[in-house]
């Protein structure tokens, strides 16, 4: 079983549709989750961070957390041409003060494709 | 770009070169990272400094060889390398470890 685990894609949504991201993970004692945009030829920049169960909205985008299921998502709103790109998710194991502490694991991303 | 710094953004070496990359921070972090990317593979973390302290080295061969002298400098020393090690070599920075990673753009690295 991978650590983190995501649906290479591509996923295709229309202009103005909401988009739907799925994470999963197998270290039950995972305590940060972020998800990065990248574009082809660029590095990762940071979309969001999520520590506790629930949901996290900025803007169009809304990050969920389910930590009993091991399951986190990403939901953009109102996509946009300019969403398409690669979405990583990645799952911090550790603890503060822990070894792993400061140890990102990434998933191998889904490229995201909005079609006008 | 993010206040990380990469520098050659593209390297071609051959097999019995030895280059470096440098990566700088300009965000007043402690903790750099040193980070792979290579096609239909995800993200692997290589080396993780904080305080200029190497905290992490996930099985990395010896042929990469990192080097962090301030919290604000990190280098990839490269020696003997492989044509499996082509790939997009990215440097990350966060206030403590752990935290937020800010991504430089990353070295394009090609081995012949």
């Known amino acids: 079983q991978k650590e983190v685990e995501q649906n290479s894609g591509p996923l295709s949504v229309p202009e103005g549709a909401i988009a739907s991201l799925n994470c999963t993970y197998s270290?039950?004692?995972?305590?940060?989750f972020f998800w990065y945009r990248q574009y082809s030829g660029k590095s990762p920049e940071l979309i969001m961070f999520?520590?506790?169960?629930g949901d996290k909205e900025d803007g169009r985008f809304t990050a969920q957390l389910n930590k009993a299921s091991q399951y986190v998502s990403l939901l953009i709103r109102d996509s946009q041409p300019s969403d398409s790109a690669t979405y990583l998710c990645?799952?911090?194991?550790?603890?503060?003060?822990?070894?792993?502490?400061?140890?990102?694991?990434f998933g191998q991303g889904t490229i995201l494709t909005v079609h006008p | 770009e993010t206040g990380v710094t990469q520098t050659p953004r593209h390297l071609v070496m051959g097999m019995t070169n030895k280059k470096s990359l440098k990566c700088e921070q300009h965000?007043?972090?402690?903790?750099m990272y040193w980070y792979k990317q290579s096609a239909k593979k995800p993200l692997e973390l290589m080396f993780v400094?904080?305080?200029?302290?190497?905290?992490e080295n996930n099985s990395v061969p010896s042929r990469f060889s990192p080097e962090c002298p301030n919290s604000s400098h990190l280098f990839l020393h490269l020696h003997t390398l492989q044509p499996e090690d082509s790939a997009l070599y990215l440097c990350?920075?966060?206030?403590?470890?752990?935290?937020?990673?800010?991504f430089g753009a990353g070295t394009r690295l090609s081995v012949l």
């Open positions: 990350a920075s966060s206030q403590e470890s752990g935290n937020i990673q800010y």
């Open positions: 270290d039950r004692g995972s305590q940060s």
């Open positions: 999520i520590y506790s169960n």
């Open positions: 990645a799952v911090n194991r550790g603890r503060a003060g822990g070894t792993s502490y400061g140890k990102l694991t």
């Open positions: 965000l007043g972090h402690n903790a």
């Open positions: 400094y904080n305080f200029k302290e190497q905290t």
